[in-house]
T-cell receptor
Framework: DAKTTQPTSMDCAEGRAANLPCNHS???????VYWYRQIHSQGPQYIIH???NNETNEMASLIITEDRKSSTLILPHATLRDTAVYYC?????????????FGQGTTLQVKP | GAVVSQHPSWVICKSGTSVKIECRSLDFQATTMFWYRQFPKQSLMLMATSNEGSKATYEQGVEKDKFLINHASLTLSTLTVTSAHPEDSSFYIC?????????????FGNGTRLTVT
């Protein structure tokens, strides 16, 4: 079973920041938090991942609470193309063989 | 960035026949690949973990004799759906990782849509 819980759906206005929350209260000390998104009928796209420090890349920022029990993915300026299902995943295992168990994700609808 | 290619992107087959799906890592070597299945309006379900040069590890409830996985090289894994039936119609997706660093992200192919008639 997935080790994360996310809201089923969210709306965001185009050009505004989208903040997607995720709870992972049973995360272990060496488990990373990964975020992927899936646009309809495509494979999931990697967004960002982190262990305990906040992370930022060209796509998004990841804010992880100090106790690591929750995190927030931030899309700073959402566009219509960011409409997708966003998955927050705690990766099982700490090596390259660690698998990703997907939960139901959050359907983000970016509106004009 | 890392690229994972799946082929074919879609396939239609008759009930009782077998279908092979290929997953290739184009610019890196993948010691481990993963196979998922996704039904409409549902999330991805992990089917099996494919390790280069050894037998795949299947998730509980996945029939290993029906879904044959071969990972003969560091850049290619195949999933063969044997004796396909209409209930096997689904979106099959592979992922691969392994640029040598711990916790390098897994990258996904664009999926194969299988329709069994």
């Amino acid at each position: 079973d997935a080790k994360t819980t996310q809201p089923t759906s969210m709306d965001c206005a185009e050009g505004r920041a989208a903040n997607l929350p995720c709870n992972h209260s049973t995360i272990s000390g060496n488990e990373y938090v990964y975020w992927y998104r899936q646009i309809h009928s495509q494979g999931p796209q990697y967004i960002i991942h982190g262990l305990k420090n906040n992370e930022t890349n060209e796509m998004a920022s990841l804010i992880i609470t100090e106790d690591r029990k929750s995190s927030t993915l931030i899309l700073p300026h959402a566009t219509l193309r960011d409409t997708a299902v966003y998955y927050c995943i705690v990766r099982v295992g700490s090596s390259n063989t660690g698998k990703l168990i997907f939960g139901q994700g959050t359907t983000l609808q970016v509106k004009p | 960035g890392a690229v994972v290619s799946q082929h074919p992107s879609w396939v239609i087959c008759k009930s009782g026949t077998s279908v092979k799906i290929e997953c290739r890592s184009l610019d890196f070597q993948a010691t481990t690949m993963f196979w998922y299945r996704q039904f409409p309006k549902q999330s991805l379900m992990l089917m099996a973990t494919s390790n280069e040069g050894s037998k795949a590890t299947y998730e509980q409830g996945v029939e290993k004799d029906k879904f044959l996985i071969n990972h003969a090289s560091l850049t290619l894994s195949t999933l063969t759906v044997t004796s396909a039936h209409p209930e096997d119609s689904s979106f099959y997706i592979c992922s691969a990782g392994g640029d040598g660093f711990n916790n390098s992200p897994l990258h996904f192919g664009n999926g194969t849509r299988l329709t069994v008639t």
